[in-house]
Each structure stands twice: as C-alpha cells, then as structure tokens.
C-alpha cells in the first residue's frame, strides 16, 4: 500500500511522499526508447485504463555494460517524480557532511558557578540535529516505523516509535546537574541562530527539533456517542493541555479526528472516530520550536535536580543571547552527540521524512559558511558535477519533492544511482532505501514474490484532486532505485507515470502498488539472464 501522504486543505491537494562515477562503459547515449520488449505482464499494468492518458518512463540500466536493459518514455523529458527527489537532496548531504558525522549540541553557562548556583543562563546552541536522541535505540541506531507519526494525520495506521522523544533533552539536563550546578539563577535560552528560517521550505526546517516538533495523541475509540476512552498525548510539556472534543461514532462511519493547537498551548482534538477503528494516532503542531525545547528543557533540569528561578513557561529570551553567536569564554556545561548521520539518512529515505529532507539544505548550506538555506543548493550542484549527474537535467527547489518546480530525467536518476555503485559506501547507501516486501515504504508490496528483499528503491507520488471529476486525481508517481539481479550484483532503474488518472484514492493506492509490481517483474526477469 501507499504509505505516505500529506493534505494541504488550503491548496485542495493530497501529496503521497511515499518513498564516483563508474569506471566502466559510459552510458549509451544513443539509446532507443521504445515499449518493446517488456514483459506482457508489465505490459498489461502499463496499459490499464487509469493510464490511458498518462506517459511511462523507464530506465534500466546495467551498469558494467553501460547498455540500457530496458528503456521507455522520452530521454530529454523531465519527469515530475515526488519524493524520489530524495535521493539527490540525500546523496549530496551524504557527499557535504559524511556518512559519519555526527551533530554535537552544547549547553554553555553565561556566567558564575558559586556553591553549585549559576548566576547567569544556560544557553542550548541548537545544532539542527533532527532527533535530539527521540529515535535513538540503546544500540545507538535510529528506530523508525514503515507508516511515521508525522503522516498520521493522513493516514491510517501510524504508528509511534517506542523511544522517549525527550531522551536528549533529558542527557543534557543530567550532565549539567553532573557539572556541578544545582540552580540557574538566571534563564534558560534556546539559541536557533545556525541558520536562517527559510518559510519557502515546507515544512518548515527549524534548528531545534524536539519530536519532529509535532505533540502525538494516540486515542482509542469508547461507547457511541462518547468521548474516546482512552487518550495519552506526548511528549507532555507546559503548557500544552488536551481539550478532548472527540467522540465516538458507529462501526463503519468515517473517522474524522483532526488535532489543531492553540498559541495558549490547547490542542484541540475533535471528530469523530469509529468504534471499530482501533488505536488511531494524530499529530499536532508545535507552534513555537524553540519556546517549547526550552520549556521542556527547564522541565528536564528540575527532573536531574537542577532548579531555574526563571519561569518554565513562555517566550524563549533571544534578547539574552551572547551577541553574534560566540560563546567564547563560556563553560561548556554539556553536550549532546549524536548517532552517525547515515542513521539520519536512512529515516529519510525509509519513510520518506519531509522535515528531515528538508533539514539536508540547510544543513548543506550552513557546512558552506552560510546561514541562508538556499546556499544548500549549490552544494547539491557542487555535489553534481563532482557525481558527473548534469544538473541540466535536475530542477530542485526543496529537499522533499514536494515543490512543484522538482523534476528530473530518468537519466540523472541512473546517473545518480550508478554513482554509488562505484563507492565504498554502496552497501550503506542502497540499505537506506525502502526494500520490497520488507521495509519502509515498500514494505507491503510483493511481500511472498521471488523479488521480495531484491529491490532497493524510493518511492514518490504527487497526487492532486481532480475538483471537476471528483472524487478522481491527477497523479504523478516514480520509483527509482537498485534491482538485485545475482548477489552483489545491481541493475539501476527509474520507473515513473506521469498524469495518471486513478478514479478515487484507491486507485492512487493501487498504482503505487503498481510501480512495486512492475520492479518485482524486473529483477525476475533481470535475475533470469545469463
């Protein structure tokens, strides 16, 4: 099943995100693209009648002999391809930060320590580290689940992972409390000045990010025409507070639950929920990031033993702040590490996290010496031509592909692909993508199929409602990635339809499944050569 997307009621639109160069013979750039050869069973996928007014593309390649296996749909067109996206926003942050860089988050302490009280403020440097220890497992791995917390509000089945969003916070708090301070006579201050917030990026990349900076509510439904009877929210941090508006309507009825928040803190759940809907989780916005992580970094401090005489609650005190961003002469009191940044990358792509996608262009941009995000988009270009992938043939304007301007040909994307092939890092790269039948996005797809744990491949889907033919939509859907055709040995492939025409969301499901299926069919088919 499609496991990703998100509605923007304002735009009228659902967005499913689903999700060196070789030494060998270059790439033919001679090649035919035709619809022969194609397995009557891909075929008859192809020709079905959501497709009947769409355009395939495909691009199959070997690499050791540079020759296309299959090649369908125009060479030069640049394809509309969703969250696919991903895999140049992730290769080039990949390139800019390494695969084990890890991100170190202090808190410094702005003035004197005596008999364990601080009269001064603590000051967290946030450093855009997208977890903040929230996912990280005890064998220091990044846990995530195949349907992610943050599209719950889209889809049904998302799950949380088991892990304290708070843990990080809560490491820091217990190091200072072990740095000798008891009391901050002071305040506590959240210093978010890496980078510039770039409102052109949606959602919005923050450079503290506490629980992907949404408050999660898991609700169970109860009698009809009841409240739901069991609620937990977190992570739990003032003054946010549940105002349960909810109720519970007959087996088989829509559930409508939606969860809005409040600048007082209230989040609001309201709706309805079916009886026989199970466990159902929403996901509510923090508006302020920084006021929250500060907030619950006070909390944490009284947890570890440490008191603040400033109050808990309220804006973050960025007049409090060293001027221009130095903390030289200041204690560093404690710091959180991260886990390895390829544990960052492979949530990305394994659930296609559009927050974390995003998060990559200004992190790129602020490894250049820059605080403005788009400084992140030279060095996807840098990235680029040191991959000898014609950017020519890539138009980005976010991390996610989400922006209407991201398209690519089904050449950039082999390209890309085939350059991981010649690094050392291949393994880890093509481990970070969904694997049919077993994880991520394509997990569900093709799970008893000979291909199941032999395609490795980001999905990525753009689906928009058609409001003169309601209830069908206009779609967009690609899947590109590696085929395993004899062990350690990989064919690359772009599979895309653009302008599909799925009559309900249903059919946006089913395509999604298609593209799985016609990848199942070509690492068989692939996997049966000689």
């Not at 199970?278 to 970094?297: E, M, N």
């Not at 992190?363 to 000898?388: E, P, R, W, Y």
């Not at 799925?502 to 692939?526: F, H, R, S, W």
């Amino acid at each position: 099943m499609c496991y990703q997307k998100q509605w923007s009621s304002a735009l009228f639109s659902l967005v499913v995100f689903l999700v060196a160069f070789l030494a060998v013979t270059p790439i033919d750039s001679q090649i035919t693209y035709q619809s022969g050869g194609l397995d009557p069973r891909i075929t008859k996928i192809m020709t079905s009648s959501e497709y009947q007014h769409g355009e395939w593309g495909l691009l199959e390649i070997n690499p050791t002999t540079g020759r296309a296996v299959h090649a369908l749909g125009s060479n030069t067109r640049v394809f509309v391809q969703g969250s696919t996206t991903k895999l140049f926003s992730v290769s080039a942050a990949l390139n800019s930060l390494g695969f084990d860089h890890r991100f170190t988050t202090p808190i410094y302490a702005t003035g004197n320590t005596t008999q364990g009280v601080l009269t001064g403020n603590l000051v967290l440097v946030a450093q855009g580290d997208l977890t903040m220890g929230g996912r990280t497992k005890a064998d220091g791995t990044v846990d995530f689940t195949n349907i992610d917390h943050t599209y719950a509000d889209a889809l049904p089945g998302a799950t949380l992972t088991p892990e304290n969003p708070l843990a990080g916070l809560d490491q820091l708090a217990q190091q200072v409390r072990k740095s000798g301070i008891s009391r901050v006579d002071g305040d506590v201050i959240i210093d978010t000045r890496i980078f510039q917030l770039d409102q052109d990026l949606d959602p919005l990349p923050n450079p503290i990010i506490i629980n992907d900076n949404v408050i999660d509510v898991v609700i169970k439904p109860s009698s009809i025409g009841e409240k739901p009877e069991a609620v937990t929210w977190r992570p739990q941090v003032a003054p946010y507070h549940l105002d349960m508006q909810a109720k519970t309507v007959s087996a088989g009825q829509p559930t409508t639950l939606q969860a809005q928040t409040f600048p007082d803190g209230r989040i609001l759940l309201s709706g309805n929920i079916a009886s026989d809907a199970g466990q159902v989780v929403r996901a509510a916005p923090i508006l302020d990031p920084a006021a929250f992580a500060r907030t619950a970094l006070i909390e944490a401090l009284k947890r570890a033993g440490v008191s603040v005489s400033a109050n808990a609650s309220g804006p973050n005190p960025t007049a409090k702040l060293p001027a221009n961003g130095s903390n030289q002469g200041n204690t560093r009191v404690a710091a959180f590490v991260s886990p390895p940044f390829q544990e960052y990358t492979k949530l990305i792509l394994k659930v296609s996290h559009n927050l974390g996608a995003n998060l990559l262009i200004c992190l790129m941009a602020v490894k250049t010496g820059s605080k403005d995000c788009n400084a992140g988009f030279l060095a996807i270009a840098a990235f680029l031509n040191q991959a000898h992938v014609d950017r020519k043939q890539v138009a980005m304007a976010d991390g996610r592909g989400g922006n209407p301007v991201d398209r690519f040909t089904l050449q950039a994307a082999n390209d890309l692909l085939r350059y991981w092939l010649g690094r050392p890092e291949s393994a880890k790269f093509r481990q970070m993508q969904p694997i049919l039948g077993e994880a991520g996005g394509l997990a569900t797809i093709c799970t008893n199929c000979p291909a199941k744990g032999k395609v490795f491949a980001k999905p990525g889907t753009v689906a928009n409602p058609d409001l003169l033919n309601s209830p069908r939509f206009a779609l967009d859907e690609a899947l590109a990635g590696y085929l395993e055709v004899k062990p350690n040995q990989f064919y690359v492939f772009d599979l895309v339809i653009n302008s599909a025409l799925p009559q309900d969301i249903t059919g946006v499901l089913k395509i999604y499944n298609d593209l799985g299926n016609i990848a199942a069919l070509l690492q068989e088919e692939a996997a049966q050569q000689p």
